[in-house]
């Protein structure tokens, strides 16, 4: 959640909602999390000098990584016949997020038979996986919905 921040993809208030609704949920948050669970919105602007406090780079989760992978992979296909070297950039993606258990067969230099190693068949690949991923993503939040004690909405405002 915080790499989001630091990237530019949310904002303050993002990050405030999100550490809420972790803490209304029963997440067990650091001593950091909880502080910033518990701005009020006058009180957004902190969320900057509380991060700084943090190590940098604060660790991700699985969950955040392959978020911000897919993310990743997403834009770059968007962009893909803009791209000089698309290939490349999205083999720099796997090497900032270290995925490749679930998505080493995007390496460029993957183990794959000669027929399957085509432009059309690469950029095939990378479409699937990142359905796939996408698909796995949606998965894991429907079963923390499922596990949520009864009357714990994470929407809910108090």
Excluded: C
């Amino acid at each position: 959640m915080f790499e989001l921040y630091r990237r530019g993809s949310i904002d303050s208030s993002d990050v405030v909602e999100s550490e809420l609704a972790r803490l209304r949920i029963g997440d067990d948050l650091s001593r950091t999390e909880e502080r910033i669970a518990l701005l009020l919105s006058h009180e957004l602007d902190q969320v900057e000098e509380i991060l700084s406090e943090l190590p940098d780079p604060y660790p991700l989760n699985d969950v955040e990584r392959e978020t911000l992978l897919l993310l990743r992979l997403s834009q770059i296909r968007t962009e893909w016949l803009s791209e000089a070297d698309p290939p490349s950039l999205v083999e720099d993606a796997l090497e900032d997020y270290g995925l490749d258990e679930k998505y080493g067969m995007l390496r460029l230099f993957a183990p794959l038979p000669r027929s399957e190693k085509s432009p059309e068949k690469y950029a095939r690949r990378l479409d699937e996986a990142i359905e796939a991923g996408w698909s796995d993503l949606r998965a894991v939040a429907a079963s923390r919905a499922a596990r949520r004690p009864p009357g714990k909405d994470v929407m809910k405002h108090d």
